[in-house]
């Protein structure tokens, strides 16, 4: 019965298993604004005591030593090009033939090899049915770091041979998310406080720090009145991204703002205006307080009758300030929130906030 999707479906189901634990800490880049080259992301390489060990794969149910090879020859193309090294399969044989699963038999492989890491294959085979069971494991004190395990029914010997690749690409990158550490996204904005979403998901307020698994990311950064920005970022094991995202205003936002703005540069100077003309109400006009322009009792004719012009321009100002330092506070940059805030999500309610 063929399964071209074999691969793909152990690809799935390892994917969703426990995460490494161990990890270094990653190197580190930032992606720049839209518009400006990205930086190049700086992977951290293998340590040079970074060595694994393959036992030689135990075959139960068949005596086939012919058809183990093969199969241990596609789980190590499975594992090539990885961040690691591969101990030298005549030294692990020599240390550890027939296989090793005993604490002391993996102490003693990690002296003489040098391998940190052990890695432990078996296949159960009945007729044309094949159970697959590999497992990383610390050869310091033989724990199981991540394992995997599938079935391939009514199989012939292409298919099982991907299967056994497949998985020993997939235990590749759990041992590199070891050595290397898995990835890290580091988000801020300006301004601070605004909502994250990686993959549709509801992360936390910015400023935020993340362990997201490798590969492509939408990140989306979200503040009421500013216009929500969305990136695409390609994670690698071992690189710290950094994500610097200034926000921009809605128009309708940036638009108020210019109108309050606009409305105290109109409103100070009315209102200046009229506090000078209620000021001059009344006052004898200089220029024409001489000779017959004065009477008897020393009194200009002509006085200044600005009272009505003063109190509207008084009162226009003051209207012209009051909304535009309205707007202007509607619009502020309000500080982060530490109020928790519940939010409906994909997956449910979630209670985001700092406590």
């Known amino acids: 019965m063929p ?12 994917a969703l298993g426990p995460a490494a634990t161990h990890a270094q800490t990653p190197a580190e880049t930032t992606t720049a604004p839209p518009g400006e080259p990205a930086a190049k992301p700086e992977t951290t390489r293998a340590r040079p005591d970074s060595r694994l060990a393959i036992l030689s794969l135990t075959l ?4 086939d030593e012919s058809l183990a090879a093969r ?3 596609h789980l190590k193309q499975g594992l090539a090009r990885g961040a690691f090294a591969v101990v030298d399969p005549a030294e692990v044989e020599r240390h550890a033939p027939g296989g ?17 890491f052990v890695l432990r294959s078996v296949v159960t085979v009945d007729d044309r049915d094949y159970l697959v069971r590999l497992e990383l494991l610390a050869a310091e004190d033989g724990s199981v770091l991540a394992s995997s395990e599938e079935r391939c029914d009514l199989c012939g010997l292409a298919e099982v041979g991907a299967l056994m690749e497949a998985q020993g690409a997939l ?13 890290r996204l580091a988000i801020t904005s300006t301004p601070p406080g605004a909502l994250v979403l990686v993959d549709s998901k509801l992360v936390g307020l910015t400023p935020t720090e993340q362990t997201l698994l490798e590969g ?8 009421d009145g500013y216009v929500t920005d969305e990136r695409r970022v390609e994670l690698v094991p071992g690189v710290r991204e950094r994500l610097e995202v200034p926000l921009r205003r809605e128009p309708k936002v940036a638009r108020f703002r210019a109108a309050g703005w606009a409305s105290l540069f109109v409103g100070i100077p009315a209102a200046a205006a009229g506090v000078t003309l ?7 006009y200089t220029r024409q307080c001489s000779g017959d322009d004065i009477d008897r009792a020393g009194q200009c004719r002509y006085l200044y009758n600005t009272d009505w012009g003063g109190g509207i321009a008084l009162a226009a100002g003051a209207a012209l ?14 500080p982060q929130s530490r109020r928790p805030r519940a939010f409906l999500g994909p997956t449910g309610v979630t209670l985001v906030g700092r406590f």
Not at 100 to 109: D, Q
């Open 278 to 284: 209620l000021a001059l109400d009344g006052r004898p």
């Open 71 to 73: 199969l241990l020859t």
């Open 171 to 183: 235990l590749r990158r759990k041992l590199e998310d070891l050595v290397q550490g898995p990835p």
């Open 216 to 223: 492509q990311h939408v990140v989306q950064v979200r503040l």
């Open 321 to 334: 300030i009051t909304a535009g330092v309205m707007l202007l506070l509607r619009t502020r940059d309000r």
């Open 3 to 14: 399964r071209p999707c074999l691969a793909a479906l152990v690809a799935l189901s390892l």
């Open 60 to 63: 139960s149910g068949s005596d």
């Open 100 to 116: 090793c699963s005993e604490p002391r038999c993996l102490a003693a492989l990690r002296r003489d090899s040098k391998a940190n």
